[in-house]
């Protein structure tokens, strides 16, 4: 690129390189445009450094430690002790690949990766400030994809003891106690990680329970997990202001913890870029406004966590699909019959499609099937979560929700029998392996239709 005040020119610029906007610019790419993506800090975004993937590895990582310990009616005897430093070094070591690969991906396919902070001078025009050294771009559409940051909480200034969801990943050593304020599946997967490696874990929710958006049915399991972790949990309470060697809740209630971790949710990043100046409109929450095919302007379009609905990384990446469609003046919407959301606590949560909620009152039925009765879930030592169905009066699918062991592996198929209008007769006769857990949608199937397996009629 040319520095200075001579502009350089792109068919297409991808602002952001998450999961949203290294998928546009490599679909663009392979369309034939030429696209530019400018990323301020890595390859890979929120999700791939610091979110996502090394949260999912401190997990699995916490996962080993539990079932170690937790083996002696297995006839394992454990004590295994937490190295901190090595532990961060392997959090690292799983992004790295990851973000190298991506980064080969975006140079094979032609992609002009600029590392730099970008602002947008007008509706076609960016600055890009890399260096102490400004450059500038002009394009023919653009796709805004800067993601979303952590909420700040009053009263709980991050630093010293008090971290954000992202400073919970890159702890030196496991603390004696840490405190989470936010119960929601952030803070449940991080407070359920720490509490298996030994950390003493609180919470505190504002809301009635944990989870607030999730159906009881799958509640419930987690709740129990927590509390045979030993994990204390404080609902309808919010926290005060951090004190001395913890904290204290407006309830007047003082916790103690080494670590405060604020883990209230994330705010879209619309204000930044100067993405503000653009003549775009922007919700309450921060949301940029688009229609059905991501278009937020003339020439300009907005996905991922800049958008309503949920900030998952496969969401983004599909809108990201439409976008690059849209620009090539395609007939395309953004409009999935199944959006699949996963928590990775214990035990895990799948759910795809109409919620459980609200199946009675859309006309639909719910059938259950335990996991007590599943022989994978039995081996793998946790019988303690069900996989639900949800289907309309014509017996299709439209929703499938599990609890349980793995079952965010689940997803895929339950999203496709969603999205490709499955009945209950074509989950049935598909032939499912012995013993998977995704044996428990099919037999929640065979349950529907009045025919169950291996529940008592």
Wanted: hydrophobic share 40%; charged share 15%; proline share 5%.
């Amino acid at each position: 690129m040319v520095v200075g005040a001579i502009s350089s020119r792109s068919e297409l610029v991808v602002i952001g390189a998450g999961p949203g906007g290294y998928v546009a610019a490599l679909r663009a790419a392979d369309a034939g445009l030429e696209v530019t993506l400018v990323e301020r800090d890595q390859i890979g975004g929120t999700c791939l450094n610091v979110g996502c993937i090394p949260s999912k590895a401190l997990i699995e990582v916490a996962n080993t430690r539990h079932h170690a310990l937790q083996g002696q009616s297995l006839g394992l005897d454990a004590t295994i002790a937490v190295d901190g430093d090595r532990l961060r070094t392997h959090l690292a070591s799983v992004s790295e690949p990851l973000r190298h690969g991506v980064h080969t991906l975006l140079t094979d396919a032609g992609v002009t990766v600029v590392n730099g902070r970008a602002s947008f001078a007008r509706y076609d025009r960016l600055s890009i400030e890399s260096g102490g050294q400004v450059s500038h771009l002009e394009f023919d559409n653009a796709i805004l994809a800067t993601g979303s940051r952590p909420l700040e909480l009053p009263g709980f200034a991050l630093g010293g003891s008090v971290v954000s969801s992202t400073g919970a990943l890159r702890l030196a050593t496991v603390p004696a106690s840490m405190t989470i304020i936010g119960g929601g599946y952030i803070g449940i997967e991080l407070g359920t990680a720490w509490a298996k490696l030994g950390t003493k874990v609180t919470v505190v929710e504002a809301a009635e329970t944990i989870l607030p958006d999730t159906p009881l049915e799958l509640r419930q399991p987690v709740q129990r997990r927590l509390s045979q972790l030993g994990v204390t949990v404080h609902t309808a309470c919010r926290a005060e202001q951090s004190v001395p060697g913890g904290l204290r809740l407006d309830n007047g209630t003082e916790v103690t913890a080494e670590i405060i971790v604020v883990a209230v949710g994330r705010r879209p990043n619309s204000d930044q870029a100067s993405i503000d100046t653009l003549d775009l409109q922007i919700d309450s929450h921060g949301h940029i406004v688009v229609d059905s095919r991501m278009q937020a302007g003339r020439g300009l379009y907005a996905i991922g966590d800049l958008v309503t609905g949920p900030a998952l990384a496969h969401k983004a990446s599909a809108e990201a699909e439409v976008a690059v469609q849209a620009i090539l003046g395609e007939p395309t919407a953004f409009d999935p019959a199944a959006l699949p959301s996963v928590i990775y606590c214990d035990p895990e949560i799948m759910t795809v499609g109409v919620p459980l909620s609200q199946a009675s009152e859309l006309g639909c039925s719910t059938h259950r099937f335990p996991h007590a009765a599943s022989a994978r879930a039995r081996t793998l030592g946790d019988t303690s979560g069900a996989t639900f169905i949800v289907v309309d009066e014509h017996e299709t699918i439209v929703g499938m929700h599990a609890v349980g062991p793995h079952v965010a592996e689940l997803a895929g198929e339950a999203a496709l029998a969603v999205e490709m209008a499955a009945t209950l007769q074509d989950l049935t006769l598909t032939i499912h392996a012995h013993p998977t857990m995704s044996e428990s949608l099919s037999e929640a199937g065979w349950l529907a239709r009045g025919t169950p397996l291996h529940i008592r009629r």
